[in-house]
């Protein structure tokens, strides 16, 4: 099933599909530069965390509950704990990334955020024909860009600081982007029932720690979608 | 404020096992393939974790009340996304709501 289709031609593809989200990755970006020096971060340390962790929500959870003076194997480990969701990112692209040597795959592993995973979840959907390397192009355009710009506007929090308001909603701005992305795959029968079981899993799981709601209603999503397809699947000579 | 030390060993602790999660199937698995049904599940990731992280945060705001404009905003976001599958029109959208309504009152 592979067809022609450039690295190049992915990456400017991924560029432009993945720019509504610098919308809400430059607020949040400049938000957690800025609360990371009022913390007592020097400009370093802010930017360690944004260029080695690159990943908003575990930068956040490390700096509060360093705030609060947690031991250090606390903080990485919830911390790491808000992140175990890109394990299953990184299960899902294995079918499309796999074959890469090595080193390809250490680069996309870095890069592997939400927002690129998302994107190139809904574009596999989309355009099932792009080449390995057009996909792997299109995956590095979107994460990249947004990459560089995590960098900057933390940069930009860190030093401008005071000048920059912290209150406002950002934490509400994040989510609706995730819904903008899911919204075009729930036309679909399965992926809408496991888009409600994740939300309802999430919402029973609510009280269990270190974020393990989230990874067990994503599981039990998963499975929804999985056996509803195949289900769908059966049925179908019956209705031609 | 902070040791050097703690937080220069909290962000690399933390950068190195981020980036292990990031590599663990891709980089373990690499070319073999994987079990059928394991596929067949893996094609829902997306919606089975995003709609999960949002909920909370679009039923609860930060003292925990309910706030019915992020659920009307969500909505007005999933309604335009199904309907025009444009990511820029329903993200636009959502936030327009939100924030300019916010702005409002």
Known sequence: MQTQGSFFRGFRQGFWSGLPFALVLGPFGMLF????????????QVMGFSVLV????????ALSLMNESAPVLIVVFTALAVNMRMAIYSAALVEHFGAFPLWKRAVAAYW?????????????????????????????????PLGILWYVVTYLGATLGDLLPTDIGMEFAIPATFLALVAPLLRSLPHLAAAFTSVAGTLVFASLPFNSGLLL????????GAEI???????????V | MFDAGYVWTIIILLGVGTWMIRFSFMGLVGDRPLP???????????????PGICAPIILTNKTGDFEPLRLIAAAAILIIGVWTQSLMKSICAGLLIYFGINALF
């Open chain 1, 33 to 44: 530069g800025v609360i990371a020096t009022e913390a007592g971060l020097d400009l370093a």
């Open chain 1, 54 to 61: 690159i990943a908003g929500a575990a930068q956040v959870t």
């Open chain 1, 112 to 144: 592997l955020f939400d927002q690129p995973f998302a994107m190139t979840a809904v574009d596999i959907n989309k355009n099932p024909l792009r080449s390995r390397d057009e996909r792997f192009g299109f995956y590095l355009g979107v994460a990249i």
């Open chain 1, 217 to 224: 209603a994503a599981l039990l999503a998963l499975i929804v």
């Open chain 1, 229 to 239: 397809e195949k289900r769908l699947e059966r049925r179908r000579p019956a209705d």
């Open chain 2, 36 to 50: 059928a049904y394991f596929r067949r599940m893996l094609n829902y990731s997306a919606v089975a974790v995003l």
